[in-house]
C-alpha cells in the first residue's frame, strides 16, 4: 500500500525557509490528490497545500504566496517549500495521499518549529 515517509523538519527562524519532502515508498501508483497538512498545538489539523494527479494545486489562505507545492510521479514524492516562515507556522506538518480506489493515506509527520 501507500507508505508515507516525511523528512525535511526542524527548527527556523522567521523569515528564513523550509522544504518538506514526503516520499511513497509503498506500492499503489493511483494517487489521485496529495497534500501537506499541519497540526498546531491546541488547534485542528488545516491542510496547508494540495495538488492532484492532473496538477491542479490548492493552498490554504493561511499560507498562499509563501508556500509551494510540488509533487513528482517519477520520484513519487511531494515536496512542500515554505518562505518567510512566522512563528504560526509552528506544527506538525503531515503528507497525505488519497485515492478514490484505495482509501487515505498519512505520513509520521514531521515538526516545524519556527523562532521569533
Known amino acids: 500500500q501507500v507508505q508515507l515517509v516525511e523528512s525535511g523538519g526542524g527548527l527556523v527562524q522567521a523569515g528564513e525557509s523550509l522544504t518538506l519532502s514526503c516520499r511513497d515508498t509503498g506500492m499503489i501508483f493511483e494517487v489521485s490528490t496529495m497534500a501537506w497538512y499541519r497540526q498546531a498545538p491546541g488547534k485542528q489539523r488545516e491542510l496547508v497545500a494540495s495538488?492532484?494527479?492532473?496538477?491542479?494545486?490548492d493552498y490554504a489562505a493561511s499560507v498562499n504566496g509563501r508556500v509551494t507545492i510540488f509533487r513528482d510521479d517519477v520520484r513519487k514524492t511531494v515536496d512542500l517549500r515554505m518562505d518567510n516562515l512566522k512563528p504560526d507556522d509552528t506544527a506538525v506538518y503531515y503528507c497525505n495521499a488519497k485515492s478514490s480506489l484505495y482509501g487515505s493515506f498519512w505520513g509520521q509527520g514531521t515538526q516545524v518549529t519556527v523562532s521569533s
Open positions: 495538488v492532484t494527479a492532473g496538477g491542479t494545486i
